[in-house]
């Protein structure tokens, strides 16, 4: 009899338990995950609206005669463009690419484009994985985008090479959106553990813009390679939030597909594919927010197979939460440990904000944004030469910062910083350079 009274008061409970927790997550907003990281530059932001202009333009087949040209156009000289590989030639391994040496900004560029839901070779890439199944220089990090990044090392290695060589003054620059993204990551990873095939370019003259990227690497690579890797994220974009494994996500996902349209040839359904996908696809996603949302931020960061988004993250803000109008774009930057992307926002947006021509947009407002103010100030040069060298000593602070905080909080194979600036790993690095005198 007094179990039975007790039925009543336990679902009450449970009940008042789910409304709360459904009233806090739609409270939960992009905004509040980078509320109090720092406000990025113009400097270090630049690179950013360029590069996707050019990740856009590996999707033209003829960049003197473009198709898909965003307002203003690429931006490219078409002569510059060394080398060019789409599906054909990669025989499937990895996603088009190209080789673009920009001579107005001293940068050489390798820049792979997103996923392709059409083809085969793209979506068995990004299932290619298993929880814990392949390591790399200590940490955790997807199977399948690794096999494609060391692809891509292995065939363009001696023409970045001759590249290095030819041109010392220029940046090595690994440039890529979703699936590309963290191919390039990886791609930046392997280029760093083995400079003697990129010529021993120096550790400080590579560097990686990840725009919207897969969570592809554990956390402890994640801080480690933040010197170097940048990721780039608009408000909302589900894939870097995406936090339990993504075959599991994409697996169901087709799997839905797939059976509509076996139920579809036989006669049995008249609902089109893109309404079983677009209607599928919010359903699994609201699935992993439940799931990762009940599982405990303790337990999360001591899972050394747990996969995050890579290195330093920019975060592109243009909504506020409740209102119809949108804002000024604004950017912040840090290099966080906790709290990186944890939890999926229960948004309209979800989905746009991960489109690249969105992000491309976004990030040419933010910068013009960033811009405007400073003509505004009117800072002066020198001022402003000033100003990006304290930046820089800045980052170096807070990449050490964050090293410190990894090894604080029991990250699994954190390792603590030994060095106090990027210039004494620099010099610790190239002293494996073979000198001229041996």
């Known amino acids: ?110 820049a792979i484009r997103g996923l392709n839901m ?43 090479r001759e590249l290095v060589k030819k041109y010392p003054n220029y940046s090595l620059t690994f440039a890529g959106h979703s699936l590309g993204a963290g191919v390039v990551t990886l791609l930046t990873m392997l280029a760093v553990k083995s ?9 400080k003259r590579i560097r990686c813009f990840a725009i ?3 969570r592809c690497i554990s956390l402890n690579l994640a801080v480690r390679y933040a010197d170097v890797i940048n990721a780039v994220v608009l408000q909302d974009d589900f894939l870097p939030r995406t936090t339990v494994a993504l075959e599991h996500v994409y697996k169901s996902l087709f799997w839905f597909v797939s059976r509509f349209a076996i139920a579809q040839k036989v ?33 999360m960061l001591q899972d050394p ?55 491309l947009q976004e990030s040419e407002n933010a910068l013009d944004c960033m811009m405007e103010k400073e003509r505004v100030m009117s800072i002066p040069a020198a001022q402003r030469m000033e100003r990006q060298v304290s930046l820089a000593k800045e980052h170096r602070d807070e990449y050490r910062a964050a090293l410190e905080r990894a090894v604080a909080l029991d990250i699994p194979r954190a390792h603590s910083p030994s060095y106090g600036t990027f210039r004494d790993m620099e010099e610790g690095q190239n002293s494996s350079i073979p000198s001229d005198s041996s």
């Not at 003829?62 to 590989?85: Q, T, V």
Request: proline share 6%; hydrophobic share 40%.
């Open 267 to 299: 006669g049995f359904l008249l609902i089109p594919q893109s309404d079983v996908l677009f209607g599928s696809f919010p359903c699994l996603l609201c699935i992993t927010c439940l799931k990762d949302t009940c599982t405990v931020e303790e337990k």
């Open 195 to 203: 400079r003697d095939k990129l010529g021993y370019i120096e550790r």
């Open 1 to 110: 009899m007094s179990v039975a009274c007790c039925v009543p008061l336990v679902e009450c409970v449970s009940c008042l338990a789910c409304i709360r927790w459904v009233w806090k997550k739609f409270l939960y907003t992009a905004g509040k995950e980078s509320e109090n990281w720092g406000l990025a530059t113009a400097s270090e932001f630049e690179p950013v609206p360029r590069l996707c202009k050019y990740i856009l333009s590996v999707y033209e087949d003829d960049l003197r005669n473009p198709m898909w040209a965003p307002h203003g156009g690429y931006g490219m000289n078409p002569d510059w463009m060394l080398k060019k590989k789409d599906y054909a030639d990669t025989e499937g391994k990895v996603s088009p690419y190209m080789i673009y040496l920009d001579h107005d900004n001293e940068d050489i560029v390798l």
């Open 212 to 214: 919207a990227p897969a």
């Open 305 to 359: 197979r747990r996969l995050y988004a890579p290195g330093r993250l920019y975060h592109i803000i243009v909504r506020k939460p409740f209102r119809c109008k949108r804002i000024s774009p604004l950017v912040r930057t840090a290099v966080p440990v906790d709290g990186r992307f944890e939890h999926m926002v229960l948004s309209c947006n979800i989905t746009s904000d991960h489109a690249i021509i969105w992000i």
């Open 118 to 160: 059409g083809k085969e070779s793209d979506i068995l890439m990004l299932l290619d994985n298993k929880l814990g199944q392949t390591t790399f220089d200590g940490g955790y990090v997807h199977n399948g985008l690794l096999k494609a990044a060391q692809y891509v090392l292995e065939e363009e290695c001696e023409v970045l």
